[in-house]
């Protein structure tokens, strides 16, 4: 496989991150403040640890894809 489909991949994946952080950051109910936002705690630090190792499984899946196809 052509190692430029790899950079377009990780690209629109990169770009897909951004755009969603900034749509994320600029919504009307991060500008308005929530109250209830430092209630609950435990289980939105285990939703962001949960989405912290998924994407670096994933990550460790492409790498070893990566080279797996690359170096033969």
Partial sequence: MNT???F???S???LFGLLSTF??????????????YFQ???TKWV???SFYVISIA???????AFIRYTIK
Avoid: C, H, M, P
């Avoid at 749509?23 to 209830?36: L, M």
């Avoid at 994933?58 to 070893?64: C, Q, R, S």
């Fill in 4 to 6: 430029s489909i790899y």
């Fill in 8 to 10: 377009v991949i990780f």
């Fill in 12 to 14: 629109v994946i990169l």
């Fill in 23 to 36: 749509i994320i950051g600029f919504s009307r109910k991060n500008r308005e403040g929530d109250q209830s």
């Fill in 40 to 42: 609950k705690t435990g």
């Fill in 47 to 49: 939703r962001l640890t």
């Fill in 58 to 64: 994933a990550g460790l899946l492409a790498l070893l």
